[in-house]
């Protein structure tokens, strides 16, 4: 999972890169492993910075003030194709034809068969094991077949349009022609976010124009006429027209809904449903769930969420189930999300650096805490004991997630099956997995309930993780195993050269 954004000013004296690293500080959830910019100015020039790290430390003051340029695309990283390698922090760039600016989140299911196509019949170099990097250049092997000196929108619509039947998978991107404009588009089944809107100019006249995976970001940055990019749809800004068109349109469009359970900020509003509400509705499900399962034996004293992404599910629950609410956990906020945090090892110790339970919460107490999901296990299993160290008498765990149990192959790093703690397991082996006293888990028509309630015009979502069914239809066994091969922990443990550099264009370090 990553998150990309893309700016255009109308008035070309300005820079776009002040608010372009706002986005990235906005969108550092979605990715903690790499950032990077991109702008362009004067004459076409291309002017970049990108590494490993969170974002403020990769954007120095001195790096910041060489991106100059009315125009840019930002990225920040969370790996699930390739190694977490310097060289594959992004925005990826390509000289030719007319310099091209990349940045992609998600993920492509064919890219063994891209990377062939490249070699043998495009004989396009790739550097990298990224499967962004792909994209990139099948979109420039796109462009090249015009032959032209000059393009123009058209010919950007029939490059992208060939696209589209040539990658299969989960795509949203944010692109930049040297000179020419910013693009976005969505895949076919729009099941990664991408939203677009407009600002009145803030010097002069004209509007300034802006592309990022969440509302939060425009938002935040005073943009208004928000939308989201259509799945299948093309939006073209140049510095002189805005020019959009559905190329694709599928029988239905199908968004990941582990983008309103975990992934996504409580306060933006994907594909017309706001996720705070999503994850409130959640909660209600939930308590009539555990209401359910524990009947009259329901001895619950507290509900205690796992900060910070359940908060709204347990708050709505404790209301339904009448219970007490009670915050628990002290967080520490300079460590990162554990969930997207690369190697099994580094997310068990980081649990107890990120939170710390208040004893005056739990001491001879049953709690129930709620977390957005079960994935590995190793959070909840250091939270549940981390509970019990500090005197609770009975640890339940609510999941506002039904149990994970396969593998995600849209931009979601839960690669292998034997990762997942609830894959091939009944709920009563997981709660002995975690050491929870008991367990409970979201029914996935309710987790679709809970979402389709704020836009019923979305009848189906990405719910692979949960019941194995991949809507881009191309997901076989063998690709799953090969998958589970590249992304394993172990072999995102490979270290990288020491004297690694980003190859491309200079980079401002």
């Known amino acids: 999972m990553c998150g990309i954004s893309a700016l255009l000013l109308a008035d070309s004296s300005q820079a776009a890169v002040g608010e372009l690293l706002e986005s990235l500080g906005l969108l550092q959830h979605r990715g903690q492993d790499a950032a990077g910019i991109v702008t362009c100015g004067h004459k076409g020039r291309l002017f ?94 796109n462009l090249q077949k015009t032959g032209k000196f000059r393009i123009n929108e058209q010919d950007i619509f029939s490059a992208i349009e060939s696209l589209y039947s040539e990658c299969r998978g989960a795509y949203a991107v944010t692109a930049m022609l040297a000179g020419f404009g910013i693009i976005g588009f969505r895949d076919p089944h729009g099941i990664r976010p991408l939203v677009f809107g407009r600002r ?25 006429d928000i939308e989201d990019v259509q799945p299948g749809e093309v939006i073209i800004v140049s510095k002189s027209a805005v020019t959009r068109r559905r190329l694709v349109v599928e029988s239905q469009i199908t968004p990941c809904i ?26 209600v499900k939930l308590a009539r769930n555990v209401k359910r399962a524990l009947g009259a034996g329901m001895d619950i004293d507290v509900v205690i969420p796992v900060p910070d992404t359940s908060r709204a599910a347990a708050l709505q629950l404790s209301h339904e189930l009448g219970l007490p609410y009670r915050e628990g956990f002290n967080k520490n906020r300079y460590v990162g999300r554990t969930f997207i945090m690369p190697g099994q090892e580094m997310r068990r110790k980081n649990v107890r650096r990120k939170l710390n339970a208040m004893p005056t919460e739990f001491k001879d107490l049953n709690v129930l805490l709620v977390d957005d999901s079960i994935v590995r296990g190793t959070t909840s299993q250091e939270i549940i004991q981390m509970a019990r160290d500090v005197g609770a008498k009975k640890v339940y765990f ?21 990762e997942l703690v609830a894959s091939g397991n009944s709920n009563d082996a997981v709660s002995a997995a975690i050491g929870a006293d008991r367990v409970f888990f979201q029914d996935l028509d309710d987790l679709v309930a809970s979402c389709r309630r704020f836009n019923p015009s979305i009848t189906a979502f990405d719910t692979s993780v949960f019941d194995g069914k991949y809507i881009t239809g191309d997901v076989s066994d063998e690709y799953l195993q090969k998958l589970e091969a590249r992304r394993s922990d172990a072999s995102k443990q490979k270290p990288e050269p020491a004297d690694s550099e980003v190859i491309g264009l200079h980079n401002y370090k």
């Open 48 to 141: 970049q910075c990108k590494g490993n790290g969170m974002v403020r430390d990769v954007f120095t003051p001195q790096r910041l003030m060489a991106l100059s340029g009315y125009m840019g695309v930002a990225h920040v990283r969370y790996p699930t194709a390739g190694t977490p390698a310097d060289s594959e922090a992004q925005p990826f760039y390509v000289n030719s034809p007319y310099g091209i600016v990349m940045a992609h989140n998600g993920n492509l299911t064919n890219d063994s068969e891209l990377r062939h196509f490249l070699d043998y019949d495009a004989h396009r170099h790739i550097n990298t094991d990224s499967d962004s990097e792909l994209l990139l250049n099948i979109f420039a092997n």
């Open 200 to 224: 009145k100019a803030l010097a002069g006249s004209g509007y300034d124009y802006m592309f990022a995976s969440e509302s939060v970001v425009l938002d935040a940055l005073d943009f208004t």
């Open 398 to 418: 609510a999941s506002a997630a039904p149990a994970i149990r396969y593998p995600n192959v849209y931009g979601i790093d839960m690669p292998t099956m034997k």
């Open 258 to 283: 582990f983008e309103y359970v975990y992934f996504a900020r409580p306060d933006s509003t994907i594909d017309g449903i706001p996720v705070y509400n999503a994850r409130l509705d959640m909660g």
